[in-house]
């Protein structure tokens, strides 16, 4: 195991890695019931005669419920840290899941919707806290192996929906409720082990930085726009990328969801390199190079024949996904002890405006087609500029 000094003249702290796999396990298990949801869409679209309109309306109950309650959760358990909670958020995940299998009408595929944002708003704030404590100091390898576990959950989604779901029907989707049991057993245990934790008092303490009020405030909402950009894109793909392949390409609709899955498997390796380089190098430059890094790819992707398609699309999910583990860690640094709030702030409220603006962008797509929201999309990443605004801090 590898060790990290927790501050001058104290012992070293432990990097946990069995508990960081775990929660990053549950962190996948979560995320393949949410990316399940979009990519389901085309057949829940045929099942039950949906708009786009309609679509978009699913994607923002989802995110909207996770949005609201995570700040809100984040901010309570950082005044007092419930680990235990994390097994009652996978909970409603698998209430979510069962609602999405068997649901006959609209409005119940929309209850299920919010249920499992009311998981996700429930694990995410909590279980960032367990991975940062768990860090031993590793907080950019520590968050990115907590966001890895998310994000091959969210690609693992459309290869389950492609082979499992479409050829079985929708309601083959509560098979997938087993593994929302599995993970709160597993969920049940971490919070012990965080609980032994905090009432040992071996958390790292806090440090604080020589800034202002207005010059953190400022650097918050900066990174939270950046967030706010990149998950307006990526709705963008996991709401609508299969349509918008289907009618350019005329692909089948597995065919289309394999496609989907080469951008989140990018994302994937994307979140775990942002960390191990933004320990190394800092998180700033990763940042820059990220949000910036992918405006030639999205320019591009629009015009694209199928072949150069694939490749833009695992390019693009590489390089924007590699900005929000450092985003998480240098918002953390800006705002220390309030790991349960910035988890909230980033996870929840920047996630669900990209579900409004997913709704929005279904509005477009049905006024104007699926292929100019995707020329607008293509012009986020100017918004990257914006890190000229955040302060350079010296890395410990």
């Known amino acids: 195991m590898s060790q990290a000094t927790t501050a001058r ?26 990316s399940m949801l979009a990519a389901i869409y085309p057949l829940l679209r045929q099942e039950f005669a949906l708009s786009y309109w309609q679509i978009g309306l699913m994607t923002f109950a989802f995110q909207v419920t996770a949005s609201l309650l995570q700040p809100v959760v984040g901010a309570v358990t950082d005044k007092k840290p419930m680990p235990m909670s994390l097994a009652i958020g996978m909970g409603s995940t698998f209430f979510g899941v069962l609602l999405l299998a068997l649901a006959h009408e609209y409005w119940v595929l929309l209850s299920g919707a919010m249920l499992i944002g009311v998981g996700s708003s429930v694990f995410h704030p909590e279980s960032s806290r367990v991975a940062r404590v768990a860090s031993g100091g590793r907080f950019g390898t520590a968050q990115s ?32 409720s087993a593994a929302a049991l599995l993970g709160s057993a597993v969920l049940w245990r971490i919070g012990a082990w965080a609980e032994g934790r905090r009432k ?59 496609m989907l899955f080469l951008f989140l498997g990018g994302m994937a390796g994307g979140v775990m390199l942002g960390g191990l380089i933004g320990d190394r190098v800092g998180p700033l430059k990763v940042i820059w190079f990220s949000i910036l890094g992918i405006l030639p790819f999205t320019l591009a992707l629009p015009y694209a024949g199928l072949a150069t398609t694939g ?7 590489l390089i924007l996904a590699s900005a929000f583990p450092a985003i998480v860690v240098f918002a953390q ?18 996630f669900g405006m990209g579900g409004i603006a997913a709704a929005v962008l279904g509005v477009v797509a049905d006024a104007r087609g699926i292929a100019f929201v995707y020329k607008i999309c293509s012009f986020l990443p100017l918004m990257g500029l914006l890190t000229v605004f955040l302060p350079r801090m010296e890395r410990a």
């Open 145 to 176: 192996l907590f966001q890895l576990g998310g994000n091959f959950g969210t690609a693992l989604g459309p290869l389950l929906a492609a082979f499992v779901v479409v050829p079985l029907g929708r309601p083959s989707i509560a098979i997938f």
């Open 9 to 34: 003249g104290q012992a070293p702290v432990t990097t946990a890695w069995l508990v960081l796999v775990g929660i990053s396990l549950c962190h996948m298990i979560n995320d393949v019931m949410q």
């Open 311 to 317: 490749v833009l699309t695992v390019v693009i999910g």
């Open 200 to 258: 040992a008092g071996t958390a790292r303490p806090v440090r604080s930085l020589n800034l202002s009020r207005g010059r953190v405030a400022t650097a918050i909402v900066v990174l939270a726009m950046l967030t706010f950009t990149k998950n307006i894109y990526t709705a963008s793909i996991s709401s609508y990328y299969t349509f918008f392949l289907i009618d350019k390409f005329q692909l089948s609709t597995q065919q289309a969801q394999l």
């Open 333 to 350: 640094e800006l705002v220390p002890g309030r790991t349960g709030l910035i988890a909230g702030i980033f996870f929840g409220f920047a």
